[in-house]
């Protein structure tokens, strides 16, 4: 069952609960209502009769003890000549009895003009209390009331007053015939326009629906959820499913792009390792020539494959440290006195190339939380890539910033293009001047791995014909 019949539903079962439960309590007031208003009547009408009654004689005849049945009833003309027997309206229907309840007048005077008298009421009555009961009277359903006349404390007279409630009855059933039909067109009405509203509600839902279908079936996370009013539920939901979409899309085309480092990685790999390798199979082939190679040739190519031997060495280790930091390797985040270890990795980024300057400028007692080993091979990159990617004199600058320590290796060489900035964490790019100079293109990805597992950041700016600033940031550490 979808949720718009669903909705629909409950709103037509909530509608028709309202109207039985208003239809119920509209009929059980127009009812009590109806038969309070009766009441009233005959009540009214009552008090004229007694008094009628009372003035007309002072006890009803007395009763033959051996002759049980009770005398004839008299007409109201016999009975009584008050105005108030002679001038009954034509829908009152009166009887007067005895204390025993026998009819002593009608207004014929007939035996079959007994309105019927219960034996509760007539107990009721003869302690003079009111009566009210209800009975089919020559077909039709009446209201009487018996009401006793006292004098000296006895009960001599009884008058009971009826009225019909045919009327009343066709009024009820025409009410509930009423109520019945416009209920029913009511909650086919509503069923019908809870149907249409429930539609239009839930036409957000259905295009998000559908959008989710086709993103799923294209793979086209730019695709959004066109939603035009106000910011209800729906609204809020579609802004949501809109706001994940793009967070799916940013996802999908980090993935996308981790996928393709991936394989441009490995073929990087392939690439660098298969040189070396071939290298060296090639002199082992030169090695084993018959007649062999002249002794200097030999020596020549033991000591190529040598150099080849160290570079695939240092290449396999750049790729195993490279491999740990994306593993998540946890490095710990000690007090680290900076000083000194830059101290020492100038001191040996200095023996590479003795003619180049490399300043340090530094304050007393910055500490930052790092890992040393990790800290000082960090500083060997960057030194190194300074030497080899630019002339002139190299600048290592640190000092606080905040709550943090930045650390600044400036050079004054010919700048890195733009377009080749971005790149330039990449793994295995290298710029213009690879052919020149030697590595990898591991130095600076290595790096990058590193200091964000320290949990700092690295940065690089540069301007072509100036130079570039790499820019280290570490959480400091208290000085103790």
Avoid: C
Avoid at 31 to 42: A, G
Avoid at 81 to 95: K, P, T
Avoid at 201 to 229: C, K, M, N, W
Wanted: hydrophobic content about 40%; overall charge negative; proline content about 5%.
């Amino acid at each position: 069952m979808s949720i718009r019949l669903r909705l629909t539903l409950l709103y037509s079962s909530i509608l028709t609960l309202t109207l039985i439960i208003f239809g119920v309590a509209l009929y059980s007031i127009q009812s009590q209502d109806t038969l309070n208003s009766l009441k009233r009547d005959l009540i009214m009408s009552s008090e004229k009769l007694v008094e009628a009654t009372r003035r007309t004689e002072s006890a009803p005849p007395p009763q033959d003890i051996l002759n049980r049945d009770p005398p004839p009833p008299k007409s109201f003309n016999e009975f009584s000549s008050e105005q108030a027997f002679q001038a009954l309206r034509e829908r009152e229907i009166v009887r007067v009895l005895d204390e025993n309840g026998n009819l002593i007048a009608s207004p014929f005077g007939r035996v079959e003009d007994a309105l019927s008298l219960s034996e509760d009421g007539l107990a009721a009555l003869q302690i003079q209390q009111d009566w009210w009961e209800s009975n089919i009277v020559s077909g039709e359903n009446m209201l009487i009331y018996s009401r006793p006349i006292v004098r000296d404390g006895q009960t001599i007279f009884i008058v009971q007053v009826a009225r019909a409630l045919t009327e009343r009855d066709r009024t009820l059933k025409s009410l509930v015939a009423t109520l019945g039909v416009a209920g029913v067109l009511t909650i086919l009405g509503a069923f019908g326009a809870g149907w249409v509203l429930s539609g239009l509600t839930l036409q957000p839902v259905h295009r998000i629906t559908q959008t989710a279908q086709e993103i799923g079936d294209e793979r086209d996370f730019s695709r959004r959820v066109a939603y035009i009013g106000p910011q209800d539920e729906v609204g809020q939901l579609a802004n949501t499913f809109n706001q994940m979409l793009t967070r799916l899309q940013d996802a999908y085309q980090k993935v996308e792009h981790s996928l393709k480092m991936q394989r441009n990685f490995l073929a990087d790999v392939s690439h660098e390792l298969r040189t070396p390798i071939t290298t060296l199979r090639g002199n082992l082939g030169l090695l084993h020539l018959n007649p062999p190679a002249p002794h200097e040739e030999q020596a020549d190519i033991l000591a190529d494959m040598v150099d080849e031997s160290d570079r695939l060495i240092r290449l396999v280790n750049d790729l195993l440290m490279l491999a740990s930091a994306d593993a998540g390797r946890s490095l710990a985040k000690d007090p680290l006195k900076i000083q000194p270890v830059l101290e020492e990795t100038i001191r040996q980024s200095h023996q590479l190339d003795t003619k180049r300057q490399i300043s340090l400028d530094i304050p007393p007692g910055i500490n930052v939380l790092g890992d040393q080993d990790a800290f000082k091979q960090v500083m060997l990159i960057l030194l190194d890539n300074a030497l080899k990617h630019t002339d002139g004199v190299i600048d290592v600058k640190a000092d606080w910033s905040g709550t943090q320590v930045e650390i600044h290796v400036q050079d004054h060489g010919h700048g890195i293009p733009q377009d080749q900035l971005e790149h330039i964490f990449d793994r295995f790019y290298r710029g213009d001047d690879s052919s020149i100079a030697p590595g990898f293109g591991l130095g600076l990805p290595i790096a990058k791995a590193l200091v964000e597992s320290m949990g700092g950041t690295i940065t690089i700016e540069s301007i072509l014909g100036k130079g570039s600033i790499v820019t280290l940031r570490f959480p400091a550490a208290s000085t103790k």
